[in-house]
Nanobody
Framework: QVQLVQSGGGLVQAGGSLRLSCAAS????????MDWYRQTPGKQRELVAD???????NYADSVKGRFTASRDNAKNTVYLQMNSLKPEDTAVYYC?????????WGQGTQVAVSS
């Protein structure tokens, strides 16, 4: 069974930076793409970024140029570096991996950006 354990997040002022981490169990990690989502109350989860097994990345327009996804396959960990944070980035952030027909999610981590 795959487990994703997230860390990072917290409260930061607008313009600040945070880094999220998502550590995965299992040796399959390095062969899989990973996604970062975020969710605010009453809204669906929004795809923020994805990173392929070869570290190619894609970003939502709302975070492009400010967020950077990366991965360290030796540590089975993906990261989301968030710079120039805005109050509208406030959300619970989740990492996700898809293996076969199943989605595996991290536990979520709160990011709050004050104006």
């Amino acid at each position: 069974q795959v487990q994703l354990v997230q860390s990072g997040g917290g409260l930061v002022q607008a313009g600040g930076s945070l880094r999220l981490s998502c550590a995965a169990s299992g040796s399959i990690f390095s062969f899989k793409s990973m996604d970062w989502y975020r969710q605010t109350p009453g809204k669906q989860r929004e795809l923020v970024a994805d990173i392929s097994s070869g570290s190619s990345t894609n970003y939502a327009d709302s975070v492009k140029g400010r967020f950077t996804a990366s991965r360290d396959n030796a540590k089975n960990t993906v990261y989301l570096q968030m710079n120039s944070l805005k109050p509208e980035d406030t959300a619970v952030y989740y990492c996700k991996i898809v293996i076969g027909p199943y989605d595996y999610w991290g536990q979520g981590t709160q990011v709050a950006v004050s104006s």
